[in-house]
């Protein structure tokens, strides 16, 4: 179901010859997800009583899946197109108007001097390993102007029951029986991809609600407005809002490192799916 109706939306629909996101059995599809974020978007400036976003990151934007479909319904609002991509961020930069930014392997070393009302992250910490993962969220959060919302994508237990249950086209490139059993170990794993070198290391992410949750103990002015499983298709979302002083640290809070071991888990169903 919708979260909102954005039926009557109509968004820029012209595809960048380059854009890798279009699938060609289901072209329509890229619209599809476009318009879901904004739906999620939507939902979350009525949880956060936020109704405008003058300031708006789309990090990764890509070639405009998403951003096409702020610039539509966020007409007024300056918008930041930021992806290691360049031709992705000339695109939108172009198509949409949005301010671009190249972005580099280490997020730390952006030039953002101004905050944002509004960072819409889809599939990107989906793609880090743990240590790049927490630095891009204290970054997110750096650049969130007080009052200011993250929406970011993760995924969680549907990627990994799939993987389980010996789904084929999820993650082919990666080891699977290693990242499943170090997930069901500490709540997080990650593996480069094959094709990926180590000085690039682009892999495949999972990390559960739980691990979640024990990394953002972190941050005493971050509010989790939402959870939401296979929200956003088969990725997590999770809504965040930045309110200075809303928390006591009274839980302190883990180290860089929280992928700490959990409570010893049954990891027999390995065997069942990979034979092992």
Same mark, same amino acid.
């Given at each position: 179901?919708?979260?909102?109706?954005?039926?009557?939306?109509?968004?820029?629909?012209?595809?960048?010859?380059?854009?890798?996101?279009?699938?060609?059995?289901?072209?329509?599809?890229?619209?599809?997800?476009?318009?879901?974020?904004?739906?999620?978007?939507?939902?979350?400036?009525?949880?956060?009583?936020?109704?405008?976003?003058?300031?708006?990151? &789309?990090? @990764?934007?890509?070639?405009?899946?998403?951003? !096409?479909?702020?610039? $539509?319904?966020?007409? *007024?609002?300056?918008?930041? +197109?930021?992806?290691?991509?360049?031709?992705?961020?000339?695109?939108?930069?172009?198509?949409?108007?949005?301010?671009?930014?190249?972005?580099?392997?280490?997020?730390?070393?952006?030039?953002?001097?101004?905050?944002?009302?509004?960072?819409?992250?889809?599939?990107?910490?989906?793609?880090?390993?743990?240590?790049?993962?927490?630095?891009?969220?204290?970054?997110?959060?750096?650049?969130?102007?007080?009052?200011?919302?993250?929406?970011?994508?993760?995924?969680?237990?549907?990627?990994?029951?799939?993987?389980?249950?010996?789904?084929?086209?999820?993650?082919?490139?990666? &080891?699977? @029986?290693?990242?499943?059993?170090?997930?069901? !170990?500490?709540?997080? $794993?990650?593996?480069? *991809?094959?094709?990926?070198? +180590?000085?690039?290391?682009?892999?495949?992410?999972?990390?559960?609600?739980?691990?979640?949750?024990?990394?953002?103990?972190?941050?005493?002015?971050?509010?989790?407005?939402?959870?939401?499983?296979?929200?956003?298709?088969?990725?997590?979302?999770?809504?965040?809002?930045?309110?200075?002083?809303?928390?006591?640290?009274?839980?302190?809070?883990?180290?860089?490192?929280?992928?700490?071991?959990?409570?010893?888990?049954?990891?027999?169903?390995?065997?069942?799916?990979?034979?092992?």
């Amino acid at each position: 179901m919708p979260l909102h109706d954005f039926s009557q939306l109509q968004a820029d629909r012209t595809v960048a010859p380059h854009d890798g996101m279009v699938a060609a059995e289901d072209p329509e599809q890229y619209f599809t997800l476009g318009r879901r974020a904004l739906e999620l978007i939507h939902f979350s400036s009525v949880l956060c009583d936020k109704p405008h976003y003058p300031a708006i990151l &789309d990090l @990764p934007c890509g070639h405009g899946r998403v951003l !096409r479909w702020l610039r $539509a319904h966020y007409g *007024y609002a300056k918008i930041t +197109a930021c992806d290691l991509d360049r031709t992705g961020v000339d695109f939108c930069a172009k198509q949409f108007g949005a301010t671009p930014v190249y972005s580099k392997p280490d997020l730390r070393l952006l030039p953002f001097s101004t905050q944002f009302d509004l960072i819409w992250v889809g599939s990107l910490v989906t793609h880090l390993r743990q240590d790049r993962w927490l630095a891009t969220l204290d970054c997110l959060i750096k650049w969130t102007n007080e009052c200011g919302v993250i929406v970011l994508t993760t995924q969680g237990r549907t990627v990994t029951s799939l993987l389980a249950r010996g789904r084929k086209d999820v993650a082919e490139n990666i &080891d699977k @029986p290693a990242l499943l059993a170090e997930f069901a !170990r500490t709540g997080f $794993a990650y593996q480069r *991809y094959f094709e990926s070198n +180590a000085e690039e290391d682009y892999g495949f992410a999972v990390s559960s609600p739980e691990w979640l949750m024990r990394a953002l103990q972190r941050y005493p002015n971050i509010i989790v407005r939402a959870y939401l499983e296979e929200a956003w298709g088969m990725q997590d979302v999770i809504i965040l809002y930045k309110k200075a002083g809303h928390h006591e640290p009274v839980l302190g809070g883990p180290e860089l490192n929280v992928a700490t071991p959990m409570a010893p888990k049954s990891t027999s169903w390995l065997g069942k799916v990979f034979g092992g």
